[in-house]
């Protein structure tokens, strides 16, 4: 998942937030509780990781940069297959 695919997914599921869409621009307001686990769910199907629970915070959702930074952070703790 890169910066452009979060930002068009954004763009395209939250239709009322017409502004531009920084990496920096927040999200809160945009995304609602349904739509904030719906974006999860993106985030898990595009990155490949799971977001456990006990991660689960809004804060971690709250811009793009966030949300990315988040999903890296969560590749580098999967512990590799053997």
């Known amino acids: ?5 979060l930002r068009t997914y954004l763009k395209g599921r939250f239709a009322r937030y017409s502004e531009d869409l920084g990496a920096d621009s927040s999200l809160d307001g945009i995304v ?25 915070r809004p ?5 793009i940069r966030e949300i990315l930074a988040f999903a ?11």
């Not at 804060?59 to 811009?63: E, K, P, Q, T």
């Open 1 to 5: 998942m890169n910066e452009s695919k």
């Open 32 to 56: 609602d509780s349904l739509g904030l686990f719906e974006l999860v769910e993106f985030v898990e199907s595009e990155s490949g990781v799971r977001i456990p629970m006990a991660d689960f």
């Open 59 to 63: 804060a971690r959702f709250s811009s």
């Open 72 to 82: 890296d952070e969560l590749r580098g703790q999967e512990k590799p297959v053997r």
